[in-house]
């Protein structure tokens, strides 16, 4: 464990290419992942301290299982999530496909105010 839980532990998992499934609601548990690990991905699994400075970033893989551990001192901790995906991808669900967005329909490319296209090599010749 990090001091002062300022670090992120991080592992890229995922089951025949398949996320590992959301073993705490809360994310408060970050031992829960244990619950739905094999022996052989226990015996495999190892926490990697990404320890992080005030104004750092972390970039990771969207199946990397990460956390951190709460916050023990008396300063907030600030946190920005940014998902990035490939002009052109479409929609797989009817659902929502990010809470307080409208649905895509399936087989839509994304696009909008909620998943903008933020690079197009165009923009730089």
Request: net charge neutral; hydrophobic share 35%.
């Amino acid at each position: 464990m990090c001091a002062f839980g300022a670090c992120t532990c991080i592992c890229r998992w995922h089951r025949d290419g398949n996320p590992l499934p959301i073993t705490d609601d809360t994310f408060g548990n970050m031992d829960s992942i244990q619950a739905v690990l094999t022996a052989e991905e226990t015996a495999a699994f190892k926490n990697v301290p990404g320890r992080m400075k005030k104004g750092e970033a972390s970039f990771h893989h969207p199946l990397t299982v990460h956390g951190s551990f709460s916050n023990r001192t008396a300063s907030a901790r600030r946190a920005c999530v940014v998902n990035y995906i490939a002009d052109g991808v479409r929609s797989q669900s009817e659902d929502v496909l990010l809470a307080g967005t409208d649905p895509v329909p399936k087989g839509s490319k994304l696009g909008g105010r909620f998943f903008p296209v933020v690079y197009d090599p165009a923009w730089s010749s």
